[in-house]
């Protein structure tokens, strides 16, 4: 590789982002951009020359603007876009009285940020002599209907197909989504929360049982497939829904997860 890869990561301050980000800077020596509403601990523990940490609401378009043109001027490129950032909230029932309002701004994190970042760095991404990569962080829920997780099953729905129509619209940008499985993130414990069962129903009693048995996945685990698809992602792949431990996902898992 002639130079090092410039990649945005949002979400980036927990997590799979968070993850995502060290696994860029430590094992691909990219140059890593992340998107966050809050700047936390972690991710200032990281700081270095190949490293901006820009406090970004992704669901505020203007910020979303002005973090990547902030990206093209310092870096002068944009080579992948890590779409991580999203929320699980409102748990609820379709039929209960949370208001569409609830709904709207769910989407507004989980989906329309999508539009905003995509329409803000594909000239970019076009333009890359790596050839942009797009890697939309999913969920199984994208093709599930848990109860309880109404917002959250429809945003993932609509961020896979959002990816398979990027992947039709631009042949020269390589898109994926991928499900990264149960990791073992905040979202997990909103989930085994006691005021949680109400809503989420006799469901929740497998995400206690995964927690339990310690099956939960470190977020390292899907971060080391992410990371490496925004960056060497086979065009192949583009407008695919894939798990992080499918065969063609094989030679980005890290050696110790590998069996």
């Not at 329309?112 to 999913?138: H, M």
């Not at 961020?159 to 997990?188: F, H, K, Y």
Request: with cysteine.
């Amino acid at each position: 590789m002639s130079r090092s890869p410039v990649i945005i990561v949002t979400g980036a301050s927990k997590g799979i982002g968070l993850a995502v980000t060290k696994i860029l800077l430590n094992k691909y020596s990219a140059i890593v951009v992340t998107l966050s509403r809050t700047i936390t601990s972690e991710l200032r523990d990281l700081a270095s020359d190949r490293l901006l940490t820009l406090q970004c609401d992704v669901a505020n378009e203007n910020a979303v603007l002005e973090s990547v043109n902030k990206t093209i001027e310092k870096y002068h490129h944009i080579d992948g876009l890590v779409l991580n950032a999203a929320v699980l909230e409102p748990m609820c029932r379709i039929g209960d009285d949370t208001p569409i309002s609830a709904w709207k701004t769910h989407f507004d994190v989980n989906f329309f940020s999508l539009v905003t970042s995509i329409k803000a760095a594909l000239p970019s991404l076009r333009r890359s002599d790596l050839r942009g990569k797009i890697v939309f962080v999913s969920s199984g829920a994208a093709v599930k209907g848990t109860p309880g997780w109404g917002p959250y099953n429809a945003s993932k729905a609509a961020m896979n197909s959002l990816c398979r129509t990027l992947a039709e619209e631009e042949p020269s940008v390589t898109s994926v989504a991928l499900r990264p499985g149960v990791v073992d993130t905040a979202m997990q414990t909103a989930i085994r929360a006691p005021d949680a069962a109400k809503i989420l129903g006799e469901g929740q009693a497998a995400f206690i049982d995964l927690h339990a048995k310690g099956s939960l996945l470190k977020p390292e685990t899907p971060g080391h497939v992410i990371a490496g698809l925004s960056v060497f992602c086979p065009q192949e792949l583009s407008g695919k829904f894939v798990n992080w431990n499918d065969d063609v996902c094989q030679p980005f898992v890290s050696d110790s997860e590998s069996q």
